[in-house]
């Protein structure tokens, strides 16, 4: 069961989300809160996993407040507002992990709560907590790091993969990228940083070593320098 707390004034909208939770085939435990003071009273008397907070009524200083609570330092936070004027600001300063402008797609939002529900707090270590936060485009992303199969890096910039997604991101070199991973990331070649949870294999090819990945189609190089970095995986 996965604690999700709801701070929103508005009654009918904060039913739709616990409709919208008891939908889903993952098991939630809902509390909701219409004022910053109720939500406090919660978040003392139960450990939340995940906060969905409506901004327009408390302000973002509230969800700044939550963040620094020593039991929410870990938390998942989901953001909705009426506009998206302070977006930016709250990516750099609640660390939230989205950001939704109202009305926001049902689905989209029931979507993100069942994945980040397989992070629950209570049951994954420190690195498997962590989040990589960067710059795309114009605005701020953050993506659970053990979402990330690898980064691909040219000169100050790189490609970051998913299983779905892939972006380029601008002045992020290696040195960068390395410092902001947890430990199960490997350097395997002197420009590939690899997940190496997602190795299924090592193969030597015509041009080299190649990693092949789980599920994945593409494979990356390895080179024989990291060789000890990949070999001493856990699949």
């Known amino acids: 069961m996965v604690n999700v707390l ?10 739709r989300i616990q409709e919208l939770l008891k939908s889903s085939k993952q098991h939630f435990n809902c509390f909701c809160a219409d004022n910053a003071h109720s939500a406090l009273n919660l978040i003392d008397e ?22 620094q609570i020593p039991c929410c330092k870990f938390a998942w936070i989901v953001l909705l507002s009426k506009d998206n004027h302070c977006e930016i600001e709250a990516y750099r300063t609640v660390h939230c992990y989205d950001f939704l402008v ?8 029931l979507a993100t709560i069942e994945m980040l529900s397989r992070f629950r707090v209570t049951s994954v270590t420190d690195e498997d907590r962590a989040v990589v936060t960067f710059k795309y485009r114009d605005q ?22 998913t299983y779905s997604e892939q972006y380029e991101l601008k002045k992020t070199s290696l040195k960068k990228i390395k410092m902001m991973l ?20 090592i193969q ?24 000890d970095n990949v070999t001493g995986f856990q699949a």
């Open 140 to 161: 701020y992303l953050r993506i659970p790091a053990r979402d990330i199969l690898y980064f691909e890096v040219a000169g100050n910039n790189s490609t970051l993969y």
């Open 204 to 227: 030597k090819e015509r041009f080299g070593w190649e990693i092949r990945l789980k599920d994945f189609a593409r494979s990356i190089p390895s080179g024989d320098k990291y060789k």
């Open 102 to 109: 109202k009305p926001c797609d049902e689905y989209k939002l």
């Open 6 to 15: 709801i701070v929103q004034a508005d009654q009918q909208e904060a039913i």
């Open 182 to 201: 947890p430990g199960y990331f490997v350097q395997c070649h002197k420009s590939f940083v690899v997940n190496r949870n997602y190795i299924s294999a």
């Open 46 to 67: 139960h450990k939340m996993e995940l906060i969905i907070i409506d901004i327009d009524l408390p302000g973002l200083t509230f969800a700044q407040q939550i963040r």
